[in-house]
């Protein structure tokens, strides 16, 4: 069976849930074999066999975390020079199209980037993408080389399917871009405690209506009522009430979770962008003709500061 | 000294329009009104900032890879400061995918000379954000790439890049590649005095040819990538829509819990 190259992401060895539905989507085109890079690689390996990582191959050398991107490129093309695979996945966030692109152009490979889901068909990996905020689902597939195709979180369940997972280390020549760009500083971004916005089950969001920084306690309640991520719209993000890490849309965070709750927020196509491929929409917004109502599947036509709060007690009242 | 930045700067469907896809499934781009996509007026941004802070000589060219109307784009820049610009157009463009765009722009840049290259974030249409990547890999040069925050200064540029898990600081020698996000600084808006000066300001017009490109390289057929199927999504079904009289929260709750969110 062919198999299928795996672009792991991890944090110290601490794999990030997109790379496991990476797994569930690669079995259905041939059989994982995940890349882990840098400090904790052979880490990952306990759970990506459990998710059905045929092989780990991993080099944890300095240069992944002391350069941009380019040392990762030269390892996911070691990978590809030593399994000749039908297909290479990796996650689609910022960093991760990037490598992916990179590697692309030298192996001579047509890349998809943002794919939502992904099937095997007769002349390859058929790829669905969701383009034009939402509005338009195409089928695309790569025509030339090696398939290189990066998916966004939330595309594909995470199952169990234990398979060998052993780790190989890989060899790898850096070129000579390899050290070009240089990380001479680097801040970890404080943990919330809350879940992950792209991975996040649920995501609260607030936008220009919550009205200050303070304000946002209301949202961040609601959300810990519902074990949910937060989200801003860009307008609460340039107002400075919330972190732009939590930005949901065109130029934030795209976000495909099973419930969004937008707060306050009149629904601009850039925010929808990000949004719109939610399972389940609700809104509440003081504004009956706001656009955002034209995607929920609930909206309350309401002041959120009546609202949300009697909402979040009603969830903990309910939740006993 | 004298530093040449190039900026690229593509033409897109405005995004507030009625964006669909033509019968050979390409962006359509008769139906909907074309701008200079936002996200790269930040691009321009720094470019003309980068410039004011500087001692050197500095150049800076914008170019564009697209169809006639794309002009507007470039002269929109022109008004907002940038010296020069350059127009890559050609029929058999129609249809080229990221990888065919970046060989395009690699080859431009190339013949215009540059020590800069600075992009935007991605695209309003495309949004695949790997252009910039792409042109580092194939120029050669560094990447330094969605910064927030972007300096120049003896042969060096250094940068903040805000990642999912942490914030990095970049540095990198010249030449290289540098892509800007939204949160790099407002751009400016066109003073009367920069229109009015942006119709003098030379548009060059360069073909494939004046790239020794060949048609087979880049278009639909040059494409590496195929669409196969574009369908609208379906509207989503009309939800329920309730006014707050007092008992919206609760009301909300309940339909939460009848989703077995709660
Ligand atoms: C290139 C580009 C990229 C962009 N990227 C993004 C992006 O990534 N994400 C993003 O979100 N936006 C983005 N935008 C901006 C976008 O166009 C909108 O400006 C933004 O989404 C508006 O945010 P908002 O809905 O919070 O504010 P508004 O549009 O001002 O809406 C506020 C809403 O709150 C309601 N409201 C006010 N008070 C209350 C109250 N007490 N109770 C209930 N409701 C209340 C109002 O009725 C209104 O509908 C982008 C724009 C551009 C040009
Ligand atoms: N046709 C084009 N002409 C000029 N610049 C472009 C073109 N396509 C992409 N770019 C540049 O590459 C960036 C990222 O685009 P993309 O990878 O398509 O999302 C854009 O912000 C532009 O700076």
Do not use: C
Not at chain 1, 298 to 307: A, R
Not at chain 2, 117 to 144: C, F, H, N
Not at chain 2, 195 to 200: H, V
């Amino acid at each position: 069976m062919a198999e299928v190259l795996v672009y792991v992401d991890h944090v110290d060895g601490a794999v990030r849930k997109p790379t496991l539905e990476l797994l569930t989507l690669a079995r259905r085109i041939g059989e994982p074999v995940a890349v882990a890079l840098g400090a904790g690689a052979a880490d990952t390996a306990a759970v990506l066999a459990e998710h059905g990582a045929v092989k780990v191959l991993t080099d944890d050398a300095a240069e992944y975390a002391d350069y941009l991107v380019v040392p990762k490129v030269d390892a996911l093309q070691a990978a590809h020079a030593a399994v000749s695979p039908a297909a290479v996945l990796v996650p689609s966030s910022a960093e991760g199209k990037e490598i992916a692109a990179r590697l692309a152009l030298r192996i001579g490979s047509g890349i998809i980037t943002d794919a939502i889901d992904l099937e095997s068909g007769a002349e390859g990996p058929v790829v669905t993408q969701s383009v034009f905020a939402a509005s338009y689902t195409t089928k695309s597939r790569v025509s030339q080389g090696t398939p290189v195709v990066t998916v966004k979180p939330n595309s594909a369940a995470v199952e169990a399917a234990p398979a060998a997972g052993a780790v190989e280390a890989l060899s790898v020549t850096f070129s000579a871009q390899a050290t070009g760009t240089k990380v001479t500083g680097r801040t970890p971004r404080e943990s919330t405690g809350r879940p992950e916005l792209t991975e996040a089950a649920i995501v609260v969001s607030g936008g220009r209506g919550v009205n200050g920084a303070d304000n946002f306690a209301i949202i961040e309640a609601l959300a810990d009522s519902l074990g949910a991520a937060v989200g801003a719209s860009r307008a609460a993000v340039d107002a400075g009430w919330y972190p732009h890490t939590n930005q949901v849309g065109q130029t934030g965070k795209s976000v495909s979770p099973q419930l969004y709750i937008a707060n306050g927020i009149s629904g601009a196509i850039q925010h929808r962008a990000g949004m719109q491929t939610s399972k389940t929409i609700v809104a509440v917004n003081k504004d009956a003709e706001a656009p955002i109502f034209d995607l929920v599947d609930y909206g309350v036509v309401g002041d959120l500061f009546d609202v949300v709060p009697q909402l979040t007690e009603e969830i903990n009242t309910r939740k006993g | 000294m004298s530093l040449r930045i190039v900026v690229t700067v593509k033409y897109v469907p405005d995004a507030t329009g009625d964006r669909h896809f033509a019968d050979d499934l390409t962006v359509d781009r008769d139906d909907v009104d074309g701008l200079l996509s936002e996200l790269d007026e930040y691009a321009v941004e720094q470019a003309l900032q980068i410039s004011e802070n500087s001692d050197d000589d500095v150049e800076v060219t914008v170019l564009t890879v697209g169809p006639e109307d794309a002009k507007d784009a470039l002269r929109k820049a022109l008004s907002m400061g940038a010296d020069k610009a350059i127009h890559v157009e050609d029929d058999d463009l129609h249809g080229t995918d990221v990888i065919g765009t970046s060989l395009v722009l690699a080859k431009a840049i190339e013949k215009a000379g540059y020590d800069l290259v600075i992009s935007g974030m991605a695209s309003t249409d495309g949004t695949a954000g790997v252009v910039p990547a792409l042109l580092a890999e194939r120029l050669g040069v560094p990447q330094v790439t969605l910064l927030s925050e972007v300096s120049v200064e003896d042969g060096k540029v250094t940068g903040r890049r805000d990642g999912d898990a942490a914030s990095e600081q970049l540095e990198a020698a010249l030449p290289a590649v540098v892509s800007v996000t939204d949160q790099s600084g407002e751009a400016r808006y066109p003073s009367f005095k920069g229109i009015m000066a942006a119709k003098k300001k030379p548009v060059q017009a360069w073909d494939l040819s004046d790239l020794e490109i060949d048609a087979d390289e880049v278009g639909l057929g040059g494409s590496w990538t195929a669409v196969d199927a574009a369908d609208e999504r379906p509207a989503r079904t009309a939800g329920t829509i309730v006014k707050d009289e007092g008992e919206g929260g609760k009301q909300l709750a309940e339909f939460l819990a009848g989703q077995k969110f709660v």
